[in-house]
């Protein structure tokens, strides 16, 4: 409560997101903050319970932070979190319940990878709380799946899905396009095989070459940018004929199926974030704060059981704030409301007026006097149309 720059009138809804940092293989194109798992031998468990020690302490020393604040959704993610056995996920999720007070209707999420995929394995996790699964698919297509550095293959990738789709209510189905050396074609068939297993949610990420990934050192040949949208193109198509409904840059979804975590990070709400490398945005009455935990699994387990897991903490200055927000509030189909604009940064909307008349003069944004929402030609352009609303250095 003490004295800072913002006047919020009121705190946002409330995430956690909790990472486990390890999986099978480190993926050419991940500049995520995964560690591949080799143990002290080829058979070495993973230290589960360690970990989750860590978590534990890590949440305990983070909850002054968000006392007295519910929380809306949870996201485990990786790494790939289904490495981790659903007796351990049942007992984080036991953890968090006796420290955090959880809306009824509390979306869990868990990020799961066919390569790990075992029989009542996806069951084990309903079983344990988890409500929505993630399932990284990328491709149906081997060849395609071998070049990504995928630890599944097709069949896999079909009986993963299949196992979810009758264990949980609802699930989210992952893919990649304009992989290297795809086709038109074959991203067709990516989709055909994706829409025959009815996904409730499809989230279909461009590849991207990413600083410090394989894939950036030594870099495949992948479609031209014209083809690319053409890809595009094809993927809104088809999913628009299947009921699902663009709401997200990346995403579609049916009725009532939406990711309401990814969402709350669009609509820039908070979240805490526990575990190796993980990133938290908090709101106070006068601030905004951002922080980010060790990322190296082993020292942040030694720095969290040591209660200093938060190995960098920094307050959100004005000037970045428009920016940070419309980051986010751009990616979605039907944009933002100024109101929300106000509620989120403490700004006035003059803060971002200048940006939303460039953008309007361009084509990529279309607004009324309550709310914004990017054209067509926005979501296609969308970095052009984030970096209107850089702060001016």
Known sequence: MRPGPLQLSALPPLSLYVHLPWCLRKCPYCDFNSHEWRGDGAEAPLPEQRYLDALVADLDAALPLVWGRSVHSIFIGGGTPSLFSPATIDRLLGDLRARLKLVPECEITLEANPGTF??????????????????GVQSFNDVHLKALGRVHDRAQAIAAIEEAADAFDTFNLDLMYALPGQTPDELDADLTQALALAPPHLSVYHLTIEPNTYFAKFPPKVPEDDMAYDMLDRISERTAQRGLERYEISAYARAGHRCAHNLNYWQFGDYLGIGAGAHSKLSFAHRIVRQVRFREPRLYMDNALADRAVAQSDEV?????????MLNALRLKHGFTLAQFGERTGLAVTAIQRGLEDAER????????????PTSRGLDFLS???AIFLPES
């Open 317 to 325: 200055g004005i000037s970045e704030l428009p920016f940070e927000f």
């Open 362 to 373: 361009k084509g990529l944004i279309e607004r009324d006097l309550a709310r914004v929402w």
């Open 384 to 386: 052009d149309l984030q």
């Open 118 to 135: 075992e029989r009542d394995r996806f069951r084990g996790y309903r079983a344990a709380g988890v409500t929505r699964l993630s399932v």
